[in-house]
């Protein structure tokens, strides 16, 4: 009879601990009976509350004029635009000064691809210029007007000729971006030098 007393005594044990299983479980992951109220309406509000109060990320000094832009357009990311508006430098700057009119037309506006390819046909660029550095100075404008976002940034370059370091040009210059606020596209155009 010894032997039985212990089987009764390892059931009992097992069902405390599938009980204190159960009772963890149902506390942890809740009971659903079917007959529930939908709660996703009072989840869902505080979220778009959220997305309307959009965080704006800290900006240096030089740069508090896209402020604005973010506070008016959803998906603005100024790393991402100040990165491609330095690309977009140098490939304008280089394409001008080898006097590539197809790859100017691409990336400015009809105003500023008139004035380079009238410089150009002058042969006013330098071909044998090239990039030694570029710097952004800073945002010098910045605006949302009729659904276009348009930033105005200041450059400082400075130019090799002719391969030699001791004939370095250093440039100032401020550009003009423009891109629609609802494009889906990262190309801007460069619209005002």
């Known amino acids: 009879m010894l032997y039985g007393d212990l ?20 506390s942890v992951l809740g009971k659903r009976t079917g007959f ?28 508090q004029k896209l402020e604005l832009v973010y506070k008016q357009v959803n998906n603005f990311d100024h790393k991402q635009f100040l990165e491609g508006a330095k690309k977009a430098f140098e490939i304008i700057i280089t394409a001008f000064n080898s006097g590539d009119k197809k790859t100017l037309k691409e990336l400015v506006s009809k105003d500023v691809f008139s004035t380079f390819e009238e410089a ?52 100032k210059d401020t550009w003009t971006f423009e891109k629609a606020v609802n494009s889906s596209s990262p190309k801007w155009i460069l619209t005002q030098t």
Do not use: C
């Open 120 to 171: 150009i046909n002058k042969q006013a660029n330098n071909p044998s210029s090239q990039f030694y550095s570029l710097v952004i100075e800073g945002i010098e404008d910045a605006k949302v007007e009729n659904s276009i976002i348009s930033i105005s940034v200041n450059f400082i370059s400075e130019q090799m000729l002719n391969n030699d370091e001791g004939k370095i040009v250093k440039n």
């Open 36 to 63: 529930q109220k939908e709660q996703e309406n009072q989840q869902t509000r505080p979220k778009e509350q959220i997305n309307q109060e959009k965080q704006i990320p800290s900006l240096l000094e030089n740069q």
């Open 7 to 26: 089987q009764f005594f390892d059931i009992i044990i097992f069902a405390a601990i599938a009980g204190f299983i159960i009772y963890r479980l149902r």
